[in-house]
């Protein structure tokens, strides 16, 4: 597999199968002997459409809760949070499914030695597997310059492989079509967008026919498929393009196709480089069995080394040329109700994403961080006038395609934490100053923190002349524990929030500093300054821990 990984089974469930994407379309290899089964993928494919989940709750409510919890009556606060506080609905819909693409071969013989693989240098997935008769060959990738999924496959079975391809999105299937070398599913993901799956064999020496919805090959050595997914979520007819981008992909043929991929892959691929001694030798042994002998100090080394290597193709895949951002899993997904629905939660994980990329060569991956963040900002903005009865913009612990702002869930430790804008805004800046681009920064980033910095400006608590502290809030997904035993989430004056909003107000002045705002952003400036002024300072306590609450 070259400079990468690779193991010598199949895959039992998609989650153990091989990733790759464009950024946009991403699809999920399982590698099966007898029946292959390629997960497809695309980035905006969500179930439903855009919802104004916000509650309107007001200052009269805050300072309710607020009151309660500095008396110290923390479980009266959390009732009312859990009536006042939240979003109706309570959650935002899950992150689909384009298809499942299932391909069953006509028996090949009896398995003697199996390998599948991603090769890292090359952004390719495939499989090997040799029977006691004959060898069969599987490559696939995900082409940006096509916009679509190639997989070839060859065999020197003396008549050929022979399989039928269909594609499945059970229990979502809409409409089926086919006609002459494709098949297609299309529909409506509940009142979201609309979506086209297609499915094209090209070139091959064998016979190709449609029976019943699925393709049909018989006796062929080689064969050349393409997939393409497409949404209407930026334009409405991008639905449009999928059958004329397969029909392009189909005449330039795999070859070429995958010679402009490695060459696009590897610009940015190859922005860096990290070397280990003894990669080559161990290269060569299963990544279950590197995984079982984790404790030896050379595999150790290697395995961080695969760990980086994988995780920079991985943000390649689900970042780049595209217009989301990498979600919970990346853009893989194989199940319609998917864990905390595949989505963007910005109290880490979407952050966590891209903290790597920068150092790692992979800057640009983070531009649709940034078109996310701005869909989010008008919404923002309604959510804390309509929640909080404050000026400016606040996000909470979850977001999804269409940029939602609103409080999400019921689960006190998580959902009612007003800092995921401001988070997401302070690693924008110090991605554009890794960038060095002035005009980013005064053009899109000090923006989002300028409406951040009016929101923490009205919404602190004036707990004293000379402090101001955040709440009611909660350390994300933390409790503490009350005098009584009884555990409790909802506080005041929470020190991560503190140290996410001096770090906001900080960036913000430095950057008004650098790059001359001048008068426009004076007013704001001297809010970031104030909060400055206000906020406590982080307590340590006696063991050197940073003490979270303020009790």
Not at 168 to 182: C, K, L, S, T, Y
Request: glycine share 10%.
């Amino acid at each position: 597999m070259g400079k990468g990984f690779y193991l010598t089974h199949e895959a039992k469930s998609w989650e153990q199968g091989l990733p790759m994407g464009n950024g946009r379309q991403g699809a999920v290899l399982l590698g099966g002997v007898q029946q292959e089964r390629i997960v497809l993928n695309e980035e905006s494919l969500w179930y439903g459409g855009k919802r104004e989940r916000a509650v309107e709750a007001g200052k009269e409510k805050l300072e309710k809760v607020r009151e309660f919890l500095e008396k110290g009556e923390a479980s009266k606060a959390q009732s009312l949070c859990s009536r006042w506080f939240v979003g109706n609905p309570r959650y935002t819909n899950p992150y689909h499914p384009a298809a499942e693409a299932v391909l069953t071969f006509e028996p090949f013989g009896k398995v003697k030695e199996y390998f599948r693989g991603i090769d890292l240098e090359k952004g390719e997935a495939g499989v090997k597997i040799c029977f006691d008769n004959c060898e069969t060959v599987r490559e696939i990738f995900s082409s940006v310059k096509y916009q679509i999924t190639a997989l070839r496959m060859k065999t020197d079975k003396e008549q050929g492989m022979s399989f039928s391809l269909g594609l499945n999105r059970r229990p979502f299937e809409e409409n089926a079509e086919a006609g002459d070398r494709e098949i297609s599913l299309n529909g409506h993901s509940g009142d979201g967008v609309c979506y086209d799956v297609r499915c094209r064999v090209g070139k091959t020496d064998g016979r190709v026919c449609v029976e019943g919805g699925y393709l049909i090959v018989e006796n062929a050595s080689y064969v050349e498929i393409f997939f393409c997914v497409r949404t209407d979520y930026e334009d409405k007819k991008s639905l449009d393009a999928c059958g004329r981008l397969l029909k392009e992909a189909a005449k330039a043929g795999f070859e070429e196709i995958k010679k402009a991929y490695i060459e696009e892959y590897g610009r940015l691929y190859n922005n860096m480089r990290l070397e280990i001694e003894g990669a080559e030798e161990l290269a060569q042994i299963p990544a279950d069995e590197l995984l079982k002998r984790c404790e030896e100090p050379k595999v150790q080394g290697y395995l961080i080394w695969l760990m980086f290597s994988y995780a920079r193709y991985l943000l390649i895949s689900s970042s780049y040329c595209c217009a989301l951002p990498a979600n919970l899993q990346g853009i893989w997904n194989g199940s319609f109700t998917p864990p905390w629905e595949s989505g963007y939660t910005i109290n880490i994980n979407l952050q966590m994403n891209y903290w790597m990329a920068d150092k790692a060569g992979l800057g640009v991956c983070y531009e649709p961080f940034f078109h996310l963040m701005e869909k989010m900002l008008p919404n923002g903005r309604k959510t804390a006038k309509k929640v909080y009865a404050c000026r400016g913009f606040v996000a909470h612990h979850n977001t999804n395609l269409w940029g939602d702002t609103d409080i999400t869930g019921l689960w006190l430790p998580a959902f009612l934490w007003p800092m995921g804008g401001a988070w997401m805004a302070n690693q924008l800046y110090h991605h554009s100053e890794f960038e060095e681009n002035p005009k980013e920064i005064r053009e899109r980033v000090l923006l989002v923190m300028k409406e951040c910095i009016l929101f923490f400006y009205d919404y602190l608590y004036r707990k004293s002349d000379k402090m101001w502290i955040s709440g009611p809030t909660v350390s994300p997904e933390n409790t503490y524990r009350l005098l009584d035993g009884q555990e409790a989430s909802v506080a005041m004056g929470v020190a991560m929030d503190h140290q996410i909003i001096r770090e906001l107000a900080e960036n913000y002045l430095e950057g008004c500093r650098r790059y001359n705002t001048g008068l426009s952003e004076y007013e704001t400036a001297k809010m970031a300054q104030e909060i400055l002024e206000h906020l406590p300072p982080t307590k340590i306590g006696k063991s050197g821990r940073i003490l979270e609450w303020q009790e």
